[in-house]
Every structure is written in C-alpha cells, then in structure tokens.
C-alpha cells in the first residue's frame, strides 16, 4: 500500500509502493502499478534468442570465461513483474549454469566477477545493465 500524504489540505500517493517497492503513479486519486517493460537496459534477453544481444565484455581470462545470460522466462503480468535468469561460462569446468529466479525490476546479480542489474521487464522479453566487470 502506497503512503497517504496530506500537505496543506491535499493528499497524495507516494510514489513508490511501501510493501513491494514497485514504482506508481497516481491518475484520479488511484494508484496505478508503472509498467516494468521499460525498454530500458544496454543488454537484451529475448525467449528467442540464446544469450543477451550484445554479448557482456569479453573476460581478461578469455572468452570462455566470459558469461552468456538466458532468459529463462518472465512473469510481465504479476505483481510485481518478475523475470528468470541462467548465467553460465564454459571456464572453469564444469559449466554449470546458475539460476536468478524471481528478479524484479532493480534486482542486482553477480557471477563469476560480472554484476548485472534488470533495468526491464516484458512479456517474452528483459533488459539489464552491466554495473561492474572485475577481471
């Protein structure tokens, strides 16, 4: 539930849901879930499409050390919208992919030295940022 202000006899909504941390906005005196399909994001995920266009940065170790990141699937209609991802190198073995599930918008996740943060979520779709590379 958003927080009710009341400032020189006016109310409003907060615009972030205290409970869930999901952004809102207000339109007739209601409060309205803001869409998670941003478009936002540097890296693309599609259902489609194995691995994020354009690919992260090649590691300092090589590019079998370098992360491929799968869209797992997206929840684009809950609330609040959520998305899954699988991350995995080929180096060092085994590779074996880790799992991201129930991501929400902001969500931050690391592997293997990489930090990705989702900056969207769509229906069959995701984008994220990548905030830090340490190789």
Partial sequence: ??????????TACSPV???TGTPTTQK???MFKVSSCTGLGNYQLSL?????SPLLPESALGSAYTPRVRLSGTKA????ATVD???VADQPKP???????????????SFRGYTLKVTSICDGSASFDLVSQED
Avoid: C, K, Q, W
């Fill in 17 to 19: 849901n205290d409970a």
């Fill in 95 to 109: 590779a074996t992919p880790e799992d991201f599930r129930s991501l929400v918008l902001g969500d931050v996740v």
């Fill in 77 to 80: 209609h809950e609330d609040p």
């Fill in 85 to 87: 991802l699988s991350v």
């Fill in 1 to 10: 539930m958003a927080a009710v202000i009341t400032i020189a006899g006016i």
């Fill in 48 to 52: 489609s499409v194995n691995g994020s």
């Fill in 28 to 30: 007739d005196g209601l």
